[in-house]
């Protein structure tokens, strides 16, 4: 990412919108901002190689946090807003940042995270206060031309929620200058044909992987991101048609609230939205369809790894012939289905997904230990067909097991959310004195809706039609709404807990 190689053709055009407001930035604002910060963070003692947190809402200032870390040779770290100051300051621990730009919101508990905690540059994107000094006005009268030592900067992306702790995944420095930089995940720029004509729509936190990834290979391409500052159905179709957004990106539970819009098939369809993309969870085939259907055959899904180890894909026909998969391997990327030591199982077995991690690796753990083995899992199960496609059944650490029997909680998940009654649903297992565990599902159900035995025995029967026995709820509760994510991610373990803690 790095303006000025735009801006010196196409200064005017457009890199970075706010969809609601439509507070906008071009490619030459983007640069003389991004310089001006890049002026100050040198100017207060921020060197190449240290640490650049951002702790803040979705806003007009992020991109020109992350242009002026990646052109002063800093790891650009955004962080989780939701975070607790206690959360925060373990992260931190492990970050030690140079520099944090935050905003008034946040302030506070990030004054508290930092508490004793010296030499740390402090930018308040809407105000000074409690230790921070206004970024605008911080900003003023610096430079708006590079600093001299211009070097490209790198990712860093921490995982493992809001418990444990932080791992983080840092891109390695490059030590070159930024205009140099390579092209970011470049199989995927090319399959989902994103160029300097893309108008991204982006309407998930920007701390998360996808989008703040997705941002950088769009601002790279030269296109335009259209960031929601948070996401709403209705709004976001309407930024589509108002922005005349060519691509999008989603997650399965976002896909799932579009299609149950009031209406909605009297919104009109903007004719430039070709290309939409899924990935964070596997998408229900039943919502993939429905979406293909109702915007024409454009959702694309992928699925990889934080750590950046590589990813597979598929197109909206493959999905046709192979529902339910998230795809092939792309570019490099190598899978492997084993046993929990890696050991190759037969096609069509399931087992862990590994990916290869390659001696030209872009990332490293900084909580990983060196046990010779080129093949890394995040904790997934799944299975390779006889063409090569992947399929996940699972995260290993929600399967339940009953009778011996094993029990993927994401399968009864896809099928109770097709339910017409049913908003939200969330399966976990249970102590159970017979079998081990139980299966258990907790529902949040569509508005006026009536909970009670007689929808507990509807959904039961529901997932029976369709899966084995053993595999339906064998209760089912009822809550006003699952806890999820900014980004539309369950938050099943803290669930889980609560739930055993309170029996």
Known sequence: MYPPTIAAERPDAVAFVMAASGTSLTYAELDRKSNQLAHLLRDRGVATGTSLLLVMENRIEWPIAVAAGMRAGLYVTPINRYLTAGELSALLEE???????????????????????DGVVRLCADGAGTGFEDLA????????????????????????????????????????????????????????????????????PNYHAAPFTFQ????????????????????????????????SQWVPTMLLRLLRLEHRDEIALAPSHRVAFTS?????????????????????????????????????????????????PLGATRIRIGERDGAPVPTGTVGRVFFERRADSAYRNADETSDGSAWRSMGDSGYVDDDG?????????????????????EQIEEVLVTHPDVADAAVFGVPDAEFGEQVKAVVELRPGRVAGPDMERTLIEHCRAT?????????????????????????????????????
């Open 216 to 247: 950088l290979m769009v601002l790279a391409a030269g296109g335009t991101v259209v960031c929601m500052e948070r996401f709403e159905a209705a709004a976001a179709m309407a930024a589509i048609s108002r922005y005349q957004v060519t691509h």
């Open 95 to 117: 970050a030690d940042p140079a520099a944090i730009v935050t905003s008034a919101t946040l302030r506070e508990s990030v004054a508290e995270a930092l508490a004793g905690r």
């Open 280 to 328: 964070g969870a596997p998408c229900p085939v039943e919502v993939k369809e429905q979406i293909n259907k109702w915007w024409g055959p454009i959702l694309h899904e992928y699925y990889g790894a934080s750590e950046g180890y590589g990813y597979t894909y598929i197109c909206a026909d493959d999905s046709l012939t192979h529902p339910g998969s998230v795809g092939k």
């Open 467 to 503: 899966l084995a026995h053993y595999k339906a709820p064998k209760t089912v509760e009822f809550i006003d709404e699952l806890p999820r994510t900014p980004a539309g991610k369950l938050n099943k373990k803290n669930l889980r807990a609560d739930y055993l803690a309170a029996r």
């Open 137 to 204: 006005t911080a900003m003023t009268g610096q430079p708006v031309t590079p600093i001299a030592d211009e070097s490209l900067g790198a990712r860093v992306m921490y995982s493992g929620g809001t418990t444990g702790r932080p791992k983080a995944f840092r891109q390695e420095l490059l030590g070159i200058h930024p205009a140099e930089a390579p092209v970011r995940h470049a199989g995927l720029s090319t399959v989902l044909e994103i160029d300097s004509s893309t108008v991204l729509l982006s309407p998930a």
């Open 389 to 409: 496609f992947v399929y996940l059944v699972g995260r290993e650490s929600f399967m339940i097991i009953s009778g011996g029997v094993n029990i993927y909680p």
